[in-house]
């Protein structure tokens, strides 16, 4: 390696070795530092390629090719080529092998300025860093200025190191950066070995040429949302069927079973959780909640009245706590059956930000879907009112509005009308999702499964406007545009006139022109809001992310707005 360093040390010479103070070889010490500077900004270069191909996946394999790659560009190579460089020269001054050609030698005695003299003394005569840091005596330059340099110049080095991790790890999480900074730390610490003088000039070649690393690694880019959203294989799959074993090997029964035959013939096995919404038949609702002579709901007041119903505020007598009861008159039976299926969905979706469904009851009036109550404000009433929201309060939103519509998704659920009028903040601020888009009338100004779409033209998906089905990415598109209404107080493709020409720009995919400025979300926010939807970030994804800005913020995710807290016990 020794030879190596050497070819390095003659190669930076030729680069750029003028004869003009302070020496030839010394401007060459430090183009050999800006040469050694590349290795680490190769090794992000190379991660940020691999990541192109395994995203976010962090196996053994893809761990331990990380590890290696920043274990020899960022420990390895610098360590033996800055130590490899500082023995050549201290084989010059003591007149022993240098692996330097016969007239490269020769002109290590040359002389250039009053403070160097002979290079080959200069570069290798004097003593180490750890001398000269502690045992200062006999030194060339100011005890400050060595000083500064291997304190300065390293740490310099360092952040920029860590700013190439980084960003080779980017829209993923971040410690796999340790794999790069943490061995250009002991890198930095077995360098003090080095003769002073050519560890001066080889740090100060090395500093720059670590910033200008970044450029490269910046510009391969990061993965693409599709390449991180891409499940990772399942490892509990079913070993292979293996053939029955001859009858006479077959055990024999247990004599003593736990439970009768009956009670297990009784227990089906549960439906997967995306067939919930599918199921036929009525909702399962406890006694006396639908045709016991009468309704158990006692309404206190309407809350709003709209083209699909009236939502009333009432009381269950037999459980004696507050609910709301959206009553569709006179429904047809498409709009039945659809609410059906919904609530038997709905009714096992379990998050504390998600409005709960108790009930499917036939009230004297209509069909009543029978909800958690919620006492608060619209997210749209409270941007209006008070202005729009900061980052941290819009990142809260985000990512538990995010954690709600998983856990709906989960059960088979779409919500397929998030707006900002669909989010309601509650007295301490928390913020919940209501309003899952169960039945739409033609009248409401949306379309129903019968028609083109379901949502509100401000904040529909295009993919929707253009007629085809909701997706897990449409109601992540939504969620996006809410948070982008709540930042900028305005939808991310700005207001129409009239329905149909926000139903128009959202066919036609128009740009979202008023996104949020100078906000901390707005990268993110962009992805979100791509119109394709496979190209858009997962709600997991988007968690991930904001939960991290959170967390480097120095703020917590519970907090007002967004804050999961445990259900308050029914009034």
Known sequence: MSDFASALLSFAHTLFGPGFCPGDWVWATTTAGALVALFPALGALVVALVRKGTGNRYDATTLTVFGLIG?????????????????????????????????????????????VGVQKTYLGGGSNIYETLFYPHGIKLSYALYLLAFTVLPLGSLLFVMLQARTAFRRGPKWPSRFFWI???????????MTANTAVHFWLGFLPFSVLGL?????????????????????????????????????????????????????????????????????????????????????????????????????????????????????????????????????????????RVYDLAEEPDGLALVMEYLEGRPLAEVVDGQGPLDDVAAGRLWATMAGALVAAHEKGVLHRDIKPSNVILDPVGLAHLIDFGIARSQGDSKMTATGMMIGTPDFVAPEQAMGAPASPASDAWQLAA????????????????????????????????????????????????????????????????????????????????????PRRSPR
């Not at 904001?546 to 907090?559: I, M, T």
């Open 71 to 115: 274990v020899v560009s960022v420990l390895v190579l610098p360590w033996l080529l800055s130590n490899g460089i500082s023995e050549t020269f201290r084989a010059a001054a003591a007149g022993g092998h240098t692996g330097l050609s016969v007239s490269e030698t020769q002109t290590l005695n040359q002389d250039y300025c009053s403070f």
């Open 183 to 193: 061995p250009f730390v002991v890198m930095a610490l077995a360098s003090v070995g």
């Open 215 to 355: 450029i490269p690694v910046a510009l391969v880019g990061p993965p693409a949302w599709s390449v991180i959203n891409r499940p990772e294989p399942r490892r509990d799959e079913p070993p292979a069927a293996q053939p029955p074993p001859p009858r006479e090997q077959l055990p024999p029964p247990p004599v003593n079973k736990p439970y009768p035959a009956t009670a297990l013939a009784s227990a089906p096995e549960p439906p997967p959780p995306g067939a919930l919404a599918a199921m036929p038949g009525p909702v399962p609702l406890p006694p006396g909640s639908r045709g016991a002579g009468g309704s158990r709901y006692r309404r206190v007041r309407r809350l709003g009245h709209g083209g699909f119903g009236t939502v009333w505020e009432a009381v269950d007598t037999q459980l004696n706590r507050t609910v709301a009861l959206k009553i569709a008159h006179a429904p047809d039976r498409d709009t039945e059956e659809r609410m059906q299926r919904e609530a038997r969905a709905l009714a096992v979706v379990n998050h504390p930000n998600c409005v």
């Open 482 to 565: 809410t948070v982008s209404y709540a930042l900028a107080g305005q939808p991310p493709r700005g207001t129409r006139e009239t329905p149909m020409a926000a139903l128009m720009a959202a066919a036609r995919a128009d740009p979202v022109s008023h996104l949020p400025r100078r906000s901390a979300h707005a990268r993110i926010l962009a992805a979100s809001l791509d119109p394709e939807p496979r190209r858009r970030p997962t709600l997991n994804s988007v968690r991930r992310e904001v939960e991290g800005w959170l967390s480097r913020a120095g703020k917590s995710p519970d907090g007002p707005v967004t804050q999961i807290v």
